[in-house]
């Protein structure tokens, strides 16, 4: 058996072994010399200490003659999520990594995913890829939720060549931060075709003066802060009444012509240093006489006229290659073989990529087109990518967008650049439209889309501002029956405004109303009703409809232009737009009508003379006021020059750890602050009508005021304090009924001497009020809210709160007597003993509100288109009489004045207080309005800590102010 097993091993087991071992190191030396050779070491260049020169002769080294005519090339893109194994995606991979590609421009996308994509590409690739996009309006135009600004023609309008370079830097901040090195803007044709489809708001406008005014700074701003800036379309596309998206537009005027109104805006953009343009697929038989020619195809153009007269010697891009202006007549190959014989550097999305190479490579080695002009295009793309850092750094850092683009800052300039924009260009005496009238509005879209969401905005925004208004829509599914109805409703409505959306399309080939819509508002039109007409889109619109009552011109649907348009419309704004073109029949260059501001608006500190950082200290003032207790929550708001730059909301109602926080509406008792947001205006109305004399004795309206020697107290005495009235006695506790509190006021003997004393008193103004109601035949309550509430649209300010007001009411003192807070009805005792309805208190109200009230008194009387009192009579009430009071009004050097303001607000400040905790204060000089509400008697009225917070606010709202 043993030698049976030695025989085995030896002549069986250890041949198999020696063989398997063997074989197994050769697999492994194989194996380990195969992935070497498939990982051959990489040969390592630091191209960030490369001069220019060297990294361009690097590439031009490196590159095969297929790879460099691929650098002409730019693919389209879009920044939406693809998946890897996606059709689109393979296609991108298959032009960067395969065929190599130099660019590529990117449409409508997402932030981030656009910047993802971007560095993916950017990484895959041998070369940096040189990205581009179409951002004439801002990185809006094709990336969601980034900064939006108007079009060209908008930015013209404002008359500010300023607005265009701050447009142009912001673009190019935003576009680098996402990638984006190219802008294929701005639009320098001369828009002097009115019947132009496809240019229109593109343009800065109708002479070549104004374009180059603003698309010159446009440039600076693009590229002074990184970003290649190209001037379109090569030599000019103003002047057609064909999108050459369609067809081939012919301009078949004169070299003279051409020279004098289409070129001038290029030659100035040359001039600026422009990086780039971009050649119009337009025929010009007088620079080229080959028929049907498109200039992105001539020689004579691109190289002739461009490159050799005018001088220049940036990157010259065709426009897009799949637009019918080329491939109508045209095929790819040759269209991209001739785009390289013209002169141009980038074949821009040509419908083949792949086929658009292949016929250039096929061409040089035809001996159609010379290498060295292959060399010439890629040496300067390859120069420009060096210029914007490509060779050091080609990717971006996704985390640091967020703090880049649409900032704060960079939203706040598209919106003053927008309410800089709106231009009225006819007004019959219908603007602005009083904000909180009775008359009913229809407002009507009419929309040259189906899309559900275009024009909504607009109409939210107008529901915000009115309440009677109704709202119809017309799109291209309105059937003639809609239209009917629409149109049988309108008797019933006193205005109408009409929205039209009718924008500049690529491939719509119209920018007018589709005949149906046409015909339904000259429909409305004749109805005999005031029609006002808003474009937010085509400026021309308005020459079919002249008739109009009034007129806006917006230019453009962007989020920032609506909201401007609204506050024109309601005069939150002074409109200053102008145009810059001529509308035929209706309307010159330079027209623009404008009307002042006459309502209150929220804006920005900066814009109103603060510094931001100075007025935002005032959070921390109120926060710690509340952590001491001076009160468990408040409301400040801050206006001036009619905008609201301040108003926030700090605490709680209650120290009760579940109580619901305050917000900036919620509504407070004015205690005392009823003096003059109730009482004292109303007398000043009467005054102002004629109705009262101020040296008109008390008792002529009520008799029995006349007793114990009062007979003499006019109603002067009365608002100035100095009646001789006592402050006040707490009738709620002597008296049984509000007729037993009133007769024992109208007994009340005199404690000094009229006229001797000034004895803020509760009494005059309990009295006050019984005299509005006297001459008016109303309670105090409903003449106030008829006579200015409601028309001031203060809509939570009231004598009696309803019930349902509950939640937005901070509560008041604890009353022991019930056993519970005071919360929804009047604080002061004698008030509620009187019904809750009298003149020293009882109102409940918000900032906002006060603040309308206060603007109205500021403004002279006048809010909103209504006015109020005349000028005189405020200044008759608000002026500083000799006691240091105003009539009614509190005054800064009155004891309550030197409380709360302490000099901040100067000597001719009024307004008034109100011993829950509130306060309101106008600034006249600065044009300044400060509420300040509390409920500092929560729990207690013990508490006496807000008087130094009042100071302390007020001081510190001064010392923010800038100018």
């Known amino acids: 058996m043993k030698n049976f097993l030695t025989f085995l091993f030896a002549f069986v087991i250890f041949p198999i072994l020696f063989v398997v071992f063997t074989r197994a190191k050769d697999d492994v030396v194989s194996g380990i010399q195969g992935r070497t050779q498939l990982k051959p070491k990489k040969e390592k260049v630091d191209f960030s200490k490369m001069t220019k020169q060297q990294w361009v002769n690097y590439w031009m080294k490196k590159l095969t003659l297929e790879q460099k005519v691929a650098q002409m090339v730019m693919p389209d893109a879009r920044g939406i999520f693809i998946a890897r194994n996606n059709k689109e995606f393979k296609r991108l991979v298959h032009y960067v990594k395969d065929r190599k590609v130099g660019g590529l421009i990117f449409f409508r996308g997402d932030v981030f995913e656009t910047a993802d994509m971007i560095n993916y590409f950017q990484k895959i690739s041998d070369v940096p890829l040189l990205i581009s996009a179409d951002f004439e309006w801002g990185t809006a135009m094709r990336l969601d939720n980034t900064t939006h600004f108007p079009p060209a023609m908008g930015i013209a309008a404002t008359g500010n060549p300023d607005y265009a370079y701050e447009v142009g830097r912001i673009i190019a901040i935003e576009g680098r931060a996402i990638g984006i090195h190219q802008n294929y803007a701005p639009t320098v044709d001369v828009n002097n075709n009115y019947r132009n489809p496809i240019i229109n708001i593109r343009s800065f406008g109708e002479t070549p003066e104004i374009v180059s005014k603003f698309s010159i700074p446009f440039i600076k701003g693009l590229q002074e802060n990184g970003m290649i800036a190209t001037a379109k379309h090569f030599p000019g596309h103003g002047d057609t009444d064909i999108d050459s998206h369609l067809d081939l537009p012919v301009i078949n005027h004169s070299k003279a012509r051409i020279d004098s109104i289409e070129l001038p805006p290029f030659k100035d953009a040359i001039k600026s240093g422009v990086k780039s343009i971009m050649i119009a697929h337009i025929s010009f038989p007088q620079l080229d006489t080959a028929k049907n020619l498109p200039a992105t195809l001539s020689y004579n153009i691109v190289t002739g006229l461009l490159k050799k007269e005018l001088g220049f010697k940036g990157l010259i891009v065709t426009d897009a290659m799949t637009m ?45 087109i010379s290498e060295e002009r292959i060399n010439e295009s890629v040496k300067k793309i390859l120069e420009f990518k060096y210029e914007l850092g490509l060779h050091k750094n080609r ?74 208004i109704s709202f119809e829509r017309v799109d291209l599914r309105s059937t003639n029956g809609e239209l009917n109805s629409i149109l049988s409703k309108i008797n019933n409505f006193d205005i109408v405004i009409v929205s039209a959306y009718v924008r500049v399309r690529a491939y719509q080939a119209s ?39 009034a007129y806006i011109c917006a230019y453009s649907d962007a989020q920032p232009v609506v909201e401007a348009t609204a506050e024109a419309l309601f005069g939150e704004i002074s409109p200053q737009g102008k145009l810059p073109i001529n509308i035929p029949g209706f309307a010159k260059i330079g027209t623009g009508l404008t009307y002042p501001q006459t309502t209150l608006r929220y804006g920005y500190p900066d814009e109103a003379g603060f510094d931001p950082n100075k007025l935002s200290k005032l959070d921390t003032l109120l926060e710690k006021a509340i952590q001491d207790s001076a009160t468990p929550g408040a409301v ?45 205006v109303s007398i000043m109305k009467l005054y102002d009508e004629g109705k009262i004399n101020l040296d008109d004795p008390v008792a002529k309206y009520i008799p029995e005021f006349a007793q114990n020697g009062k007979d003499k107290v006019t109603i002067k005495n009365l608002l100035l304090h100095n009646s001789g009235l006592p402050s006040w006695k707490p009738f709620y506790q002597l008296c049984k009924s509000p007729s037993e509190i009133l007769d024992s006021i109208y007994a009340q003997p005199l404690v000094y001497k009229t006229g001797d004393s000034t004895v803020y008193s509760d009494l005059g103004f309990i009295t006050l009020g019984k005299i509005v109601e006297v001459v008016t035949g109303k309670s105090l309550d409903q003449y106030v809210k008829e006579t200015f509430y409601i028309p001031l649209g203060m809509k939570y300010t009231t004598f009696l709160p309803p019930k349902d007001w509950l939640g937005m009411i901070a509560p008041t003192e604890f009353d022991s007597s019930s056993g519970s807070f005071i919360h929804g ?98 600034y006249p000089e600065k044009k300044l309005i400060a509420v300040l509400l509390t409920n500092r008697v929560h729990p207690t009225r013990a508490n006496t800590k807000h008087i130094p917070l009042r100071k302390a606010v007020h001081k510190a709202i001064v010392e923010a102010l800038v100018n």
């Open 636 to 680: 400040l708001l801050i206006a001036r020059n009619g905008v609201i730059v301040y108003h926030k909301a700090f605490g709680t109602y209650t120290y009760d750890p579940y109580s619901r926080q305050v917000e900036p509406n919620s509504v407070y008792d004015m205690a005392s602050i009823t003096k003059v947001a109730a009482t004292t």
């Open 395 to 468: 990717f971006v850092d996704i985390d640091k967008i967020r703090d880049v683009v649409a900032t704060e800052e960079n939203l706040r300039k598209a919106k003053e650049i927008s309410r800089a924009s709106i231009t009225i260009v006819k007004n019959e005496n219908i603007l602005p439209l009083i904000q909180f009238g009775d008359k009913k509005i229809l407002h009507i879209t009419i929309v040259d889309s189906n899309d559900p969401n275009s024009g909504g905005y607009f109409a939210s925004q107008l529901s915000q501002r009115y309440d009677n």
């Open 511 to 549: 920018l007018t109303l589709v005949e149906k819509h046409a015909k339904f508002l000259r429909q409305v039109i004749n109805s005999g009703k005031p029609v006002i007409l808003i474009s937010f889109g085509n400026p021309y619109i308005v020459m079919d409809y002249p008739d109009v009552k």
């Open 825 to 922: 009805v009047v604080h002061d005792e004698n008030a509620r003993a009187l019904g809750g309805v009298s003149g020293h208190a009882g109102l409940f109200s918000n900032a906002r509100d006060l603040a309308v009230l206060m603007q109205m008194i500021l403004n002279g009387g006048e809010y909103g288109g209504i006015r109020f009192f005349k000028n005189e009579t405020v200044d008759l009430f608000t002026k500083r009489w000799q006691n240091n009071r105003g009539l009614g009004w509190d005054n800064a050097l009155s004891p309550y004045g030197k409380s709360a303001l302490d000099g901040a607000f100067g000597e001719n400040a009024f307004g008034h207080t109100g011993f829950t905790g509130t306060s309101v204060y106008v």
């Open 324 to 368: 019918r202006g080329v491939t109508k007549l045209y095929s790819n190959a040759l269209a991209s073989v001739l785009a390289v014989k013209a002169g141009n550097d980038i074949i821009l999305m040509p419908p083949n990529v792949d086929e658009a190479i292949d016929a250039v490579v096929k061409a040089v080695k035809r001996g159609e």
